[in-house]
């Protein structure tokens, strides 16, 4: 399928707009490093609009929670 890799695009083209294209960077470790600390600040500070403005992690999160309370609900209807 042509979208198999979209999610991983745009990604990297978030990445490369919102944090390397603005750092000269000296060593390969600092690279590493830029890398991993704007991973975690895109997956646990940066709100996204398709996710109502929630951070990934946070609408995972949500999302497993409705998921228990659905089999919570489902268990509690079925006498379980």
């Known amino acids: 399928m042509p979208y198999d890799n979209s999610i991983v695009e745009a990604f990297f083209k978030t990445l490369k707009a919102e944090k390397l294209y603005h750092i000269q960077f000296r060593t390969e ?3 590493r490093q830029a890398v991993s ?3 975690l600040h895109y ?3 940066r709100p996204h609009t398709v996710l109502r403005y929630m951070t990934p992690s946070a609408y995972e999160a949500a999302y ?7 089999a919570n609900n489902e268990s509690n209807t079925t006498g379980s």
């Open 43 to 45: 997956n646990e500070v």
């Open 29 to 31: 470790l600092e690279f």
């Open 64 to 70: 497993y929670e409705r998921l228990e309370k659905r």
């Open 37 to 39: 600390e704007y991973t």
